[in-house]
């Protein structure tokens, strides 16, 4: 079992849809939770973080963290087509362990 | 704030011949920096972690001799690729870990494309 599963999709929604993506993890000893964004070329950009198991809000994203499960979720309201990227989770405590990436795309 | 750069974004080189990349944390210092490799449709796969002053850390698999990093100031870890060949064609993309932010997170720089020909 891989220790970061991520669904690589693609995913593609029409504007102002919510959209959830989701990983799952198998390392109980992962401390720390982030979700960045990544366009076409171009380096990684942090989202959002979370150290606990619950829900984490900033604008029109949700970060949630389901400990117990081994599950983590980023939700994004009111989707905009500059929302489209490749979304990845990663985990880790030293290190980050990054999930392979969805790609979503918002279709005005 | 946090803002990472990387230089250069774009080489192409010959085969035999070394390639330096540059990262850099613009408004931070970074103790710990760290060197991802990313093939298309492919997770980020961590490299090696470097730490300012000391030598870098690598992952298995990674070859030192020929992945050469140096982080000789808080601010500046350079990744070499010595004796490129086409193999080596990948997104090089560095992070810097902001320790002395309100969270320990890492920060990406925008990726380095090498094309080996």
């Known amino acids: 079992q891989k220790e970061v599963e991520q669904d690589p999709g693609p995913l593609s929604v029409p504007e102002g849809a919510i959209v959830s993506l989701n990983c799952t993890y198998s390392?109980?000893?992962?401390?720390?939770f982030m979700w960045y964004r990544q366009y076409s070329r171009k380096g990684p950009e942090l989202l959002m973080y979370?150290?606990?198991?619950g829900n984490k809000e900033d604008g029109r994203f949700t970060a949630q963290v389901d400990k117990s499960s081994k599950y983590i979720s980023l939700f994004i309201r009111d989707s905009q087509p500059s929302d489209s990227a490749t979304y990845l989770c990663?985990?880790?405590?030293?290190?980050?362990?990054f999930g392979k990436g969805t790609k979503l795309t918002v279709n005005p | 704030g946090a803002v990472v750069s990387q230089h250069p974004s774009r080489v192409i080189c010959k085969s035999g011949t070394s390639v330096k990349i540059e990262c850099r944390s613009l408004d931070f210092q970074a103790t710990t920096m760290f060197w991802y490799r990313q093939f298309p449709k492919k997770s980020l796969m961590l490299m090696a972690t470097?730490?300012?002053?000391?030598?870098?850390?690598?992952e298995q698999g990674v070859e030192k001799d020929k992945f050469l990093i140096n982080h000789a100031s808080l601010t500046l870890s350079t990744l070499t690729v010595t004796s490129a060949h086409p193999e080596d064609s990948s997104f090089y993309i560095c992070?810097?870990?902001?320790?002395?932010?309100?969270?320990?997170?890492?920060?990406f720089g925008p990726g380095t494309r090498l094309t080996v020909l």
């Open positions: 979370t150290y606990s198991s």
């Open positions: 390392n109980s000893a992962f401390q720390y």
């Open positions: 990663a985990m880790g405590s030293e290190k980050l362990v």
């Open positions: 470097s730490n300012e002053g000391s030598k870098a850390t690598y």
């Open positions: 992070s810097a870990r902001d320790a002395g932010g309100p969270t320990d997170t890492q920060y």
